[in-house]
C-alpha cells in the first residue's frame, strides 16, 4: 500500500475504476463480512440464494477484522488472486 | 459490543456545554461520560437514559452526553427533552483521544477516578449493571426506567471521528503534522504511475508520486506555513495552500529549495494583471514565461548558459512544471476543459529559465523593473510562442547586430502586423552582446528604438492583398492618401513591449524572442514577485 496526498483541490471524490458487467458469473464468489452486526445474517442469505442460482460457483466466505478500517491488504490481494467477484456486506 | 471491548483511553478535556459553560473533566467527581450522535437510533434510545440517571445521580455525581456535531446536539436536547450537560466535541478532537470505536461509548469513572472499560452500542444487561452498580455506590434509589421495555441489544454506529474524511485531518492535528491533504491510498496491486495518469494528475510525462515523506520534505524549503494561501487559482478559483504547491512540485519533481520560486510565480501568475484564466483559455495557446533573476538563481543551481532554454536542468525545468501542475491540478485547467488553445504548445510543459546578469551589460530585468539587485525575483510573461531563434553570424557592427535582432522580431504573429500593442521577449545571446557592445555602451532603449527603426514599413505594405488577406482592409485603405500609406510604422506600438534579458553560452550567435498573447487589460500584463528566500 502506497499512501500520496491529493494535489487537487478535492472538490471531486476520488474515481475508481467499476469493472466491466459482463452479465454472467464466472469463477470463485467471494462474500466479505466487514465485521458489522448481523452482516453475517445478510451474508447467509445471500449465500443460499447465489447457491442455488449458480450451482457450478464456488463460494468462499471472507471477514475483515473490523468495519472501522480499511482492509488489510493481505486479506484484499487475497480476495483477489482467488475469486472473481467480490460481494461485500453492509449491516447497518 | 465487541467481545474484546476497546481499550478506550479517558484523558482531560475542556469542553463547552450548549449554554457556552465550560466543563473539564475529570470533574472531582464520580462521572458518566456518554459519547453521542443525533443520526444514531442507539444513541437515541439510550438518551433518555442518560436523562434519567442524571436525575437520579446528579447531586452525586456528573452525567454528561458529549456530542459530535453542534447541531446534532441540540436535536438531541430538544428532541428528548434532555437537561443534562451536553458538550460539544465537534472539533472530535475528544471522540479521538478517548479512542472508541462506535456511538454511544459509555465511561464510567468511580470516586476513585478509576475508569471501567468503555461499553459501546446498547447491551440492555450491561446498562442494567451499570445503573445498580452506581446507585449501590453512590447511596441512590435505582433510576426510574423501564428496562423491559427496551430491547436487549443494539449495535452502535461508528464513531464520527474514524471518517476516513475526517481521521487522518485529526490524527494529522493531534501529531502537529504539516499535512491536511487528502490521502489517496493505492493498493500494492496496482500500479501507482498508471493510478496518477488514469486520475489526471499528469500533463502526460510521468510523476514523482506525492507520498507525505515527499511533502513534508518539499516543505522544509519554506518558512511558511503549510496552510498559508499562496494563490487563489483559475479556472476553479482554488485556494492553493503552501501544502498543495508542495505536493505539486513534489510531483514535478522539485528539490526543497526550489519550492520559494514556485510559491512567488504562483502568486504572480493568478494575479488579474496576469489573468491565468485567459492564458489558459484562449485559442492562440499562451503560457506563462518564467524569468528568474538574484542570487537565488546560483543557489539552486539554474541554468542561465549553455542550453538554458532547453533540457537538462533540473531547477529550471521543474519549477516551470510545477507551476503548470498546480494551474492543471488545483486550478482545474485541462486541454479540452478550460484549455481552448488550436496547437498549444510545449511551453504548456514547462518554461523556466535565469538571466544570465554576469553576462549582461545592462541592468538585469528585475532591476529594471524596480527590484534591487539583491532580491531575488520571478517575472512572468504571456507568451505564445517561442523561444524563435535569430541567427546571424556575420554582423560585425553594433548596429547591424540590433538590426537582426529587430528583423528577428518582426515575424511576431505575422510581418506584415505592425504597430502591436503586445510583449515580446528578447532573449539575447552572449555573443551577440558582445557585438552590440563592441564600440562601448549599447542602452536598451538604443537596441528598442533601433528595432523599430529596422521595422518601420509603409503602411501600404500591411493592407490585406491576394498574398495575405490579413492586415489593413482594403476598404480602409481606399481612403487613405497616398501620403497616409507611405507612412512609415514600426513593429511595436511602443518599445515599452519589447523585454529584454541576456541568456545563453559563451559560443554561437543564435539568439531567441518570445512572442506575446494579447497584452494589457484585455489581456495579460507582465507580473513580477519577489520570491520569499
Known amino acids: ?18 469493472t466491466p458487467r459482463t452479465g454472467t458469473i464466472e469463477g470463485v464468489i467471494g462474500l466479505l463480512d466487514i465485521s458489522k452486526p448481523r452482516g453475517n445474517v445478510l451474508l447467509d442469505e445471500l449465500e443460499r440464494l447465489l447457491a442455488d442460482r449458480f450451482p457450478d460457483n464456488e463460494i468462499r466466505r471472507y471477514a475483515k477484522p473490523t468495519f472501522t478500517k480499511p482492509c488489510p491488504s493481505d486479506l484484499r490481494l487475497k480476495i483477489k488472486s482467488e475469486c472473481s467477484v467480490l460481494v461485500e456486506a453492509l449491516a447497518d | 459490543m465487541t467481545d474484546t471491548p476497546p481499550a478506550g483511553k479517558p484523558s482531560a478535556f475542556t469542553l463547552q456545554d450548549l449554554a457556552g459553560e465550560s466543563r473539564s473533566f475529570p470533574t472531582g467527581r464520580p462521572s458518566l461520560i456518554c459519547f453521542a450522535k443525533e443520526d444514531c437510533a442507539t444513541c437515541n434510545l439510550v438518551a433518555p437514559l442518560l436523562e434519567a440517571f442524571h436525575r437520579t445521580w446528579g447531586d452525586h455525581a456528573d452525567v454528561w452526553m458529549v456530542a459530535q456535531a453542534r447541531d446534532g446536539a441540540e436535536i ?5 427533552g434532555l437537561t443534562l450537560p451536553i458538550l460539544d466535541d ?6 479521538l483521544a478517548w479512542d472508541f470505536e462506535s456511538v454511544p461509548a459509555v465511561f464510567w469513572t468511580d470516586a476513585g477516578g478509576v475508569t471501567a472499560p468503555v461499553m ?23 433510576p426510574q426506567v423501564d428496562w423491559a421495555s427496551l430491547p436487549d441489544w443494539r449495535p452502535g454506529c461508528g464513531s464520527k471521528h474514524l471518517d476516513p474524511e475526517i481521521h487522518d485531518r485529526l490524527i494529522a492535528e493531534a501529531e502537529g503534522s504539516p499535512i491536511r491533504a487528502r490521502r ?31 511533502v513534508i520534505r518539499m516543505l522544509s524549503g519554506t518558512t ?14 482554488a485556494p492553493a495552500t503552501v501544502e498543495k504547491v508542495a505536493i505539486n512540485a513534489v510531483m514535478a519533481g522539485c528539490r526543497p529549495e526550489y519550492l520559494p520560486v514556485v510559491i512567488a510565480a504562483l502568486e504572480a501568475v493568478c494575479t488579474d494583471d ?21 542570487p537565488i538563481r546560483h543557489r539552486i543551481g539554474m541554468n542561465m548558459k549553455l542550453a538554458a532554454l532547453g533540457t537538462g536542468n533540473r531547477a529550471n525545468a521543474t519549477i516551470g512544471r510545477a507551476v503548470r ?22 511551453m504548456k510543459f514547462t518554461m523556466c529559465f535565469a538571466e544570465w546578469e554576469e553576462g549582461s551589460p545592462w541592468d538585469p530585468l528585475h532591476v529594471e523593473r524596480g527590484f534591487r539587485r539583491e532580491d531575488s525575483v520571478v517575472t512572468a510573461f504571456a507568451m505564445t510562442s517561442g523561444p524563435v531563434q535569430i541567427v546571424d553570424q556575420e554582423s560585425r557592427q553594433p548596429d547591424q547586430i540590433a538590426g537582426t535582432l529587430g528583423l528577428g522580431l518582426e515575424g511576431m504573429f505575422l510581418p506584415k502586423i505592425h504597430r502591436m500593442p503586445v510583449d515580446a521577449l528578447l532573449v539575447v545571446c552572449p555573443e551577440h552582446v558582445q557585438t552590440l557592445t563592441v564600440d562601448g555602451a549599447y542602452p536598451k532603449d538604443r537596441l528598442r528604438a533601433r528595432i523599430q527603426e529596422v521595422t518601420s514599413r509603409p503602411l501600404s505594405e500591411m493592407v490585406s492583398n491576394e498574398v495575405s488577406g490579413a492586415g489593413i482592409p482594403r476598404a480602409s485603405a481606399a481612403r487613405m492618401t497616398a501620403d497616409m500609406l507611405a507612412t512609415l510604422t514600426p513593429k511595436f506600438a511602443d518599445g515599452k513591449y519589447i523585454h529584454i534579458v541576456v541568456a545563453g553560452s559563451e559560443a554561437g550567435k543564435f539568439s531567441a524572442a518570445f512572442h506575446g498573447w494579447v497584452t494589457g487589460a484585455m489581456g495579460s500584463t507582465v507580473v513580477s514577485r519577489k520570491i520569499d528566500c
Open chain 1, 1 to 18: 500500500m502506497t499512501t500520496i496526498l491529493d494535489p487537487t483541490d478535492e472538490r471531486v471524490p476520488v474515481a475508481r475504476q467499476i
Open chain 2, 76 to 80: 438531541l436536547r430538544d428532541r428528548h
Open chain 2, 90 to 95: 465537534s472539533g472530535l478532537r475528544t471522540s
Open chain 2, 120 to 142: 459501546e452500542g446498547f447491551v440492555k444487561a450491561e446498562w442494567e449493571a451499570l445503573a445498580a452498580r452506581v446507585s449501590a455506590a453512590l447511596g441512590t434509589p435505582a
Open chain 2, 184 to 214: 489517496i491510498e493505492i493498493a500494492a496491486s496496482d500500479d501507482i504511475d498508471e493510478f496518477m495518469f488514469d486520475q489526471g494528475f499528469s500533463d502526460g510525462l510521468p510523476l514523482v508520486p506525492p507520498t507525505p515523506e515527499r
Open chain 2, 224 to 237: 511558511r506555513n503549510p496552510q498559508d494561501i499562496v494563490a487563489i487559482v483559475p479556472p476553479n478559483m
Open chain 2, 274 to 294: 496576469f489573468n491565468m484564466h485567459g492564458v489558459n483559455a484562449t485559442t492562440m495557446g499562451a503560457s506563462p514565461v518564467l524569468v528568474v533573476n538574484g
Open chain 2, 325 to 346: 501542475l498546480v494551474v492543471r491540478n488545483l486550478g482545474g485547467a485541462r486541454p479540452g476543459g478550460v484549455d481552448r488553445s488550436t496547437l498549444s504548445n510545449p
